[in-house]
T-cell receptor, first 115, second 115 residues
């Protein structure tokens, strides 16, 4: 089944404790992206990657890092989490080029709470 | 960056009623998308619109790409309980002939359907 898989789905952590949210897709998609969802704010893009070793900032990149060493994986790293990073996070991917490239496939989400 | 205003923020309707929601932008897009997010899941694409003035249907759903390219609306006819969820509009402006999936999302419309 074509899908985007995120882990963990739920995580409670404390301020300053580094964490990584993994994302993997099995569709050979070139484009991958991370969003955070907050009430009343919709989905805001954190980082995106157009291909292996190519990453760029989205609209709200502060406090986050990403890497794209392999095509299928795009982990989101919080080096020193803070309470304002408590949110619901989504990883998404798409084919990257041509028609339909903007049809994102989303993961099921990772709910992060930073105390 | 670009901003999308989606309205209404929430709707409470009776089963069988029709629903209408819309999105407006401060700048033009050349693609409009509508996604639905079921509780506990990631957003899933409902309808994609690629041409100004385009009217597209998907079952009980109808969406239109505004002539000005700055707005779009989604209608749901004869609502049923499984229509419950959050509906997001998203716009994309291709840059330099590429289409790499970067979308700007609206704030979402929370739909509740009472049986």
């Amino acid at each position: 089944e074509a899908q985007v898989t995120q882990n963990p789905r739920y995580l409670i952590t404390v301020t300053g404790k580094k964490l990584t949210v993994t994302c993997s897709q099995n569709m050979n998609h070139e484009y991958m992206s991370w969003y955070r969802q907050d009430p009343g704010l919709g989905l805001r893009q954190i980082y995106y990657s157009m291909n292996v070793e190519v990453t760029d900032k989205g609209d709200v990149p502060e406090g986050y890092k990403v890497s794209r060493k392999e095509k299928r994986n795009f982990p989101l790293i919080l080096e020193s989490p803070s309470p304002n990073q408590t949110s619901l996070y989504f990883c998404a991917s798409s084919g990257g080029w041509g028609s339909g490239a903007n049809v994102l496939t989303f993961g099921a989400g990772s709910r992060l709470t930073v105390l | 960056g670009q901003q999308l205003n989606q309205s209404p923020q929430s709707m409470f309707i009776q089963e069988g009623e029709d629903v209408s929601m819309n999105c407006t932008s401060s700048s033009i897009f050349n693609t409009w998308l509508w996604y639905k997010q079921d509780p506990g899941e990631g957003p899933v694409l409902l309808i994609a619109l690629y041409k100004a003035g385009e009217l597209t249907s998907n079952g009980r759903l109808t969406a239109q790409f505004g002539i000005t390219r700055k707005d779009s609306f989604l209608n749901i006819s004869a609502s049923i309980p499984s229509d419950v969820g959050i509906y997001f509009c998203a716009g994309q402006l291709n840059a330099g002939g590429t289409s790499y999936g970067k979308l700007t999302f609206g704030q979402g419309t929370i739909l509740t359907v009472h049986p």
